[in-house]
Nanobody, 122 residues
Framework: QVQLVESGGGSVQSGGSLRLSCAAS????????MGWFRQAPGKEREGVAA???????RYADSVEGRFTISQENAKNTLYLQMNSLKPEDTAMYYC????????????????WGQGTQVTVSS
């Protein structure tokens, strides 16, 4: 049984940083995408960043240059380093795994975590 468990969310002021982690268990890393999504109240879930097993990364335009996705294969863990946070980054952040579709399509991912809340105040 695959489990994805996110951690590292919290409340920060604008300009601050957070590092999210996603620990995967029961999951064998493949060449498909693993990624981070976020969803704010009343909005659709959107792709934030993704990485494949070769280390190829993709980012949403809104976070390019501020967020960095990385993975530690030995620990089966995915990270999202978030710098220069803005109030508009406030959302529930979800880890997702195993997609062979375009990285930003939520429907392509087989496995999802429960989410971790990020709140950025101005």
């Amino acid at each position: 049984q695959v489990q994805l468990v996110e951690s590292g969310g919290g409340s920060v002021q604008s300009g601050g940083s957070l590092r999210l982690s996603c620990a995967a268990s029961g999951y064998t890393r493949s060449s498909s995408w693993m990624g981070w999504f976020r969803q704010a109240p009343g909005k659709e879930r959107e792709g934030v960043a993704a990485i494949n097993s070769d280390g190829i990364t993709r980012y949403a335009d809104s976070v390019e240059g501020r967020f960095t996705i990385s993975q530690e294969n030995a620990k089966n863990t995915l990270y999202l380093q978030m710098n220069s946070l803005k109030p508009e980054d406030t959302a529930m952040y979800y880890c997702a795994a195993d997609s062979s579709r375009p990285w930003s399509l939520p429907i392509g991912y087989k496995y999802w975590g429960q989410g971790t809340q990020v709140t950025v105040s101005s």
